[in-house]
C-alpha cells in the first residue's frame, strides 16, 4: 500500500514537547502516563529507547494492572509478534528513517478489527465463538497502520459483539475478556463498546487505541476515560475486516490522550478501500488533520446548542454538575471568540426518545452482516457459521458465554426474527436519515447558519449523528464531583461515582472532521481538563522506560 507521510508544521510539533519528561542517567524519557506521538518519535529518533523498549514498557504497564492489582481487564491478549515487529522498525528507521508519525508506535485494536491470524492475535469480538478463527486478511485500517509502520501491540477488550448481544449486558463485559472497569474509581462503568480501548489509552497501556462506534461506541468510552475521541463519518475510515452491526452506521476512529494523537492516527487510517464501498464516495484526498490543530480556530465560529431533549435533566438523567460544567465550557468557547447560538434545537429532537427506526436497521443489518462475516471465515474452530450458530453457541456453552448475572442475548434473538432487506427495512432507514439529517443535525446547521452543534458527551448526544453516519469529535470537560451520588450501572460497575471523567462533543455534517477536530482542539488547549486528575493510585501502572532502557 503507498502511504502519504505527513508533515507537521513547527507550530503543531511545538504544541506537544514536552509533558512531565522523567530524567534518568542523563536521558530525558517521557512519562508513559501521558506520552504524546510526537514525544516517543523524539526519543526514538535520538535513540533514547527504541520501539523494543517501548513494547517492553506497555507490556510490563498492561501486566501491572490488567489481570493484577485493580484487575481492570482492558487488554484481552498481547501480540506475540509484537516484540519482533518493533525491532524489525527500530533496524528500518536506523537505515532508512521512519515511514511516518506512526513508525514504531504501539496501538491497541479493539478487538472486532481483524488481524492475520499467522500473527499470534485472535479476533473474536469478545465472544469464545471466534476463538482461533481464521479472518481473510487484515482489516482495512489495519493495512494502513502496517504500511505507516505501527506496531499492533494486542487487543482490547470489549462490550461483547460491540454491546449488541443483550440488552442487559453491562458497558465493558465479554465472554473472553471478562468485566473491564476504568481507572478513575474502583469499579467504574468505563461505557462501551470500545472499554478496553478507552480505559488502555487513559493510563498509558499503549500509545494510541482504535474503537469503532455505532452508536456512541467511540464518543462515550472516551467521555468516561478523559480521552479525545474522534467517530468519523460513516465511509471516511474502512469497515472491512471488522466485526460488523451495520454498515449504514459503523465506523472506525482514534482514542487517544490528545486530539493531536487522535489527528495523527485520523490522517493515516482514513481513505478509500476498495473492500468498504461506502468508503469510494468520499472526499478526495484524506486531508492532513494535524493542519486543522490551530488554537485560534473558535474564533469567529458560530456553535450551536441544541438544548430541547438533549439538555433535559428530565430525559437524560444526567447529574447537575455535568450541565454546569458545560455552561462553563460554553464561556470558555464565548472567551476564544465563538458566538454561541442557544438554543439551536434540532426540529425533530423529541423524536428521538421514542423513534425505534434505529434499532430495526441495525437488527437487520446486524444479521445479514454478521453472517457474511461468519461465512467468509477461512476457519473457525467452534463451528459457529451464522447468527443463528452463534445464539445455539452461546446457551450450549453457559460456563464461557452465559455465566450468572451475564446470560442476556436478546439483542441476537431480536435480529434473527428479522427478514432481510424488505420494505419495513426501506422505510426505516429512510426515515433515520430524515430524522438524523434532514430534519435534524443539517437542519439545525443551516437554520442557524452555524459552523458546528455542541453538547456535553453522555446521554443521547451520540444518536443524531449515529442515525444520520456524521462525525463527532469528543474532548474532556469535566469530572464528577465528590459528593455523587454512586450509582450501579451492572452487576460489578457502578456509574456515576467520584472522579469519573465526561466529555463535551462538537458534530456537524458529513465529511466535517477537519473542522470539528480545529474546534474541538481549540477548547481542549484552553481547558486542559485531561491533566486536572489523574486515575486512582492502584491503577496508574508503575512502570516507564527508564526502567526498561537501565533496569
Given at each position: 500500500m503507498k502511504l502519504t507521510l505527513i508533515s507537521f508544521s513547527l507550530a503543531v510539533v511545538a504544541l506537544t514537547l514536552p509533558q512531565t519528561p522523567l530524567a534518568h542517567h542523563g536521558a530525558v524519557f517521557p512519562d508513559l502516563y501521558e506520552a504524546s506521538v510526537l514525544e516517543l518519535q523524539q526519543g526514538l529518533d535520538g535513540?533514547?529507547?527504541?520501539?523494543?523498549?517501548?513494547?517492553?514498557?506497555?507490556?510490563?504497564?498492561?501486566?501491572?494492572?490488567?489481570?493484577?492489582?485493580?484487575?481492570?481487564?482492558?487488554?484481552?491478549?498481547?501480540?506475540?509478534?509484537?516484540?519482533?515487529?518493533?525491532?524489525?522498525?527500530?533496524k528500518e528507521r536506523s537505515l532508512t528513517g521512519k515511514r511516518s508519525l506512526l513508525h514504531g508506535i504501539p496501538i491497541l485494536l479493539k478487538d472486532n478489527i481483524a488481524t492475520v491470524?499467522?500473527?499470534?492475535?485472535?479476533?473474536?469480538?469478545?465472544?469464545?465463538?471466534?476463538?482461533?478463527?481464521?479472518?481473510?486478511?487484515?482489516?482495512?485500517?489495519?493495512?494502513?497502520?502496517?504500511?505507516a509502520g505501527a506496531i499492533i501491540l494486542g487487543k482490547a477488550n470489549l462490550s461483547e459483539f460491540a454491546h449488541f448481544r443483550g440488552g442487559r449486558l453491562p458497558s465493558g463485559w465479554s465472554g473472553r475478556g471478562g468485566q473491564n472497569t476504568g481507572a478513575y474509581f474502583p469499579s467504574m462503568d468505563p461505557c462501551g463498546s470500545s472499554s478496553g480501548s478507552g480505559v488502555g489509552a487513559s493510563i498509558g497501556l499503549a500509545a494510541v487505541t482504535l474503537g469503532t462506534e455505532t452508536d456512541g461506541s467511540i464518543i462515550c468510552p472516551s467521555s468516561n476515560n478523559n480521552l479525545a475521541g474522534i467517530k468519523p463519518t460513516v465511509g471516511l475510515t474502512s469497515r472491512a475486516g471488522v466485526v460488523p452491526i451495520s454498515s449504514n452506521q459503523d465506523t472506525v476512529g482514534p482514542m487517544t490522550r490528545s486530539l493531536t494523537d487522535a489527528a495523527i492516527v485520523l490522517s493515516i487510517i482514513a481513505g478509500p478501500d476498495p473492500n468498504d464501498n461506502f468508503t469510494l464516495a468520499q472526499p478526495t484526498p484524506v486531508p492532513d488533520y494535524t493542519q486543522a490543530l490551530v488554537k485560534t480556530a473558535l474564533n469567529g465560529k458560530r456553535i450551536g446548542v441544541p438544548r430541547r431533549v438533549f439538555l433535559d435533566p428530565e430525559i437524560t438523567g444526567l447529574d447537575q454538575s455535568v450541565f454546569d460544567a458545560f455552561e462553563g465550557a460554553l464561556d470558555v468557547m464565548r472567551q476564544l471568540g465563538a458566538t454561541v447560538v442557544d438554543p439551536a434545537d434540532l426540529p425533530s429532537a423529541e423524536e428521538f426518545?421514542?423513534?425505534?427506526?434505529?434499532?430495526?436497521?441495525?437488527?437487520?443489518?446486524?444479521?445479514?452482516?454478521?453472517?457474511?462475516?461468519?461465512?467468509?471465515?477461512?476457519?473457525?474452530?467452534?463451528?459457529?457459521r451464522s447468527l443463528a450458530d452463534l445464539i445455539a453457541f452461546n446457551d450450549a456453552n453457559p460456563e464461557l458465554e452465559e455465566p450468572v448475572n451475564f446470560t442476556s442475548q436478546d439483542i441476537l434473538i431480536e435480529s434473527e426474527a428479522t427478514n432481510g432487506f424488505d420494505d419495513v427495512y426501506f422505510t426505516a432507514l429512510a426515515f433515520d436519515h430524515d430524522l438524523g439529517r434532514t430534519r435534524g443535525i443539517d437542519?439545525?446547521?443551516?437554520?442557524?447558519?452555524?459552523?458546528?452543534?455542541?453538547?456535553?458527551?453522555?446521554?443521547?448526544?451520540?444518536?443524531?449523528?449515529?442515525?444520520?453516519?456524521?462525525?463527532?469529535?469528543?474532548?474532556?470537560?469535566?469530572?464528577?464531583?465528590?459528593?455523587v451520588t454512586i450509582g450501579s450501572a451492572g452487576p460489578l460497575t457502578v456509574y456515576p461515582a467520584p472522579n469519573v471523567p465526561f466529555?463535551?462533543?462538537?458534530?456537524?455534517?458529513?465529511?466535517?472532521?477537519?473542522?470539528?477536530?480545529?474546534?474541538?482542539?481549540?477548547?481542549?488547549?484552553?481547558?486542559?481538563?485531561?491533566?486536572?486528575?489523574?486515575?486512582?493510585?492502584?491503577?496508574?501502572?508503575?512502570?516507564?522506560?527508564?526502567d526498561i532502557v537501565h533496569g
Open positions: 535513540g533514547s529507547f527504541s520501539s523494543v523498549d517501548l513494547v517492553k514498557a506497555y507490556f510490563a504497564r498492561i501486566d501491572e494492572v490488567n489481570l493484577k492489582g485493580p484487575t481492570l481487564r482492558a487488554v484481552i491478549e498481547t501480540n506475540p509478534s509484537a516484540l519482533s515487529q518493533a525491532a524489525s522498525l527500530d491470524a499467522t500473527e499470534g492475535l485472535n479476533t473474536t469480538a469478545g465472544s469464545f465463538s471466534l476463538l482461533r478463527s481464521i479472518v481473510p486478511s487484515d482489516a482495512g485500517v489495519v493495512k494502513r497502520l502496517r504500511a426518545v421514542t423513534d425505534g427506526n434505529e434499532t430495526i436497521v441495525l437488527d437487520t443489518d446486524f444479521k445479514v452482516e454478521l453472517n457474511r462475516y461468519y461465512a467468509a471465515l477461512i476457519e473457525n474452530p467452534s463451528g459457529v437542519a439545525a446547521l443551516q437554520a442557524h447558519d452555524l459552523d458546528a452543534l455542541v453538547l456535553p458527551s453522555p446521554a443521547f448526544t451520540t444518536t443524531p449523528a449515529a442515525v444520520a453516519g456524521y462525525p463527532l469529535v469528543t474532548v474532556p470537560l469535566g469530572f464528577y464531583p465528590a459528593n466529555g463535551i462533543s462538537f458534530f456537524a455534517s458529513a465529511f466535517s472532521e477537519f473542522e470539528l477536530v480545529g474546534l474541538a482542539f481549540a477548547y481542549e488547549q484552553a481547558t486542559q481538563t485531561r491533566l486536572a486528575k489523574r486515575a486512582f493510585d492502584e491503577a496508574i501502572p508503575k512502570t516507564q522506560l527508564s
